[in-house]
T-cell receptor, first 114, second 109 residues
Framework: ETGVTQSPTHLIKTRGQQVTLRCSSQSGHNTVSWYQQALGQGPQFIFQ???????GRGNFPPRFSGLQFPNYSSELNVNALELDDSALYLC?????????????FGQGTRLTVV | AQRVTQPEKLLSVFKGAPVELKCNYSYSGSPELFWYVQYSRQRLQLLLRHISRESIKGFTADLNKGETSFHLKKPFAQEEDSAMYYC???????????FGKGTRLHILP
């Protein structure tokens, strides 16, 4: 059984650019959530995907969007990058019926916007 | 609004001494409370949850609804306990996890 994997591990982008982050969920998990963790802060919920549909969204602007694929892997897209988007982006997957009660996190993607 | 507060950014404790990491929450309903831990260069992982009433690596946490607290305790600290600890709240199983800002626990030799 493989764990949650995210790619890339590190990324540097320029303000105004677009970025796509990827997440492979743990085997058997059908729910994926994305979190943003700024320096010195706890993770903040961006959105959750369940069966390829967005199933809850945090207080993030529409330029943060996502996708979930039939194999339950997921992408996080951020358009028009701003300096404040620099953070660690975490993906978490959960087994059916458990969602946030049993979340397994990836190692994260460190995004730096310059 | 729902919120999780961890008042200490850093807690330094000598090896063998008791540990208590404080966590308070604001939520009018019945939340599920968790402690997550992140060891150096490792991913964020679940340490324990109040519904399981379990002890993991010697840590326990009791939910006090009157004081809206969920403090994490361990009677005798070990050097391998040094890590970042996050208290977290979930309102219902399909909802987001609300994290506190975290407390860095540093065990002194």
């Amino acid at each position: 059984e493989t764990g949650v994997t995210q790619s890339p591990t590190h990324l540097i982008k320029t303000r105004g650019q677009q970025v796509t982050l990827r997440c492979s969920s743990q085997s058997g998990h059908n729910t994926v959530s994305w979190y943003q963790q700024a320096l010195g802060q706890g993770p903040q919920f961006i959105f959750q995907y369940y069966r390829e549909e967005e199933n809850g969204r945090g207080n993030f602007p529409p330029r943060f969007s996502g996708l979930q694929f039939p194999n339950y892997s997921s992408e996080l897209n951020v358009n028009a990058l701003e300096l404040d988007d620099s953070a660690l982006y975490l993906c978490a997957s959960s087994p059916p019926g458990q969602a946030s009660l049993e979340a397994f996190f990836g190692q994260g993607t460190r995004l730096t916007v310059v | 609004a729902q919120r999780v507060t961890q008042p200490e950014k850093l807690l330094s404790v000598f090896k063998g001494a008791p540990v208590e990491l404080k966590c308070n929450y604001s939520y009018s309903g019945s939340p599920e409370l968790f402690w997550y831990v992140q060891y150096s260069r490792q991913r964020l992982q679940l340490l324990l949850r109040h519904i399981s009433r379990e002890s993991i690596k010697g840590f326990t946490a009791d939910l006090n609804k009157g004081e809206t607290s969920f403090h994490l305790k361990k009677p005798f600290a070990q050097e391998e306990d040094s890590a970042m600890y996050y208290c977290a709240l979930v309102m219902n199983r399909d909802d987001k996890i609300i994290f506190g800002k975290g407390t860095r626990l540093h065990i002194l030799p």
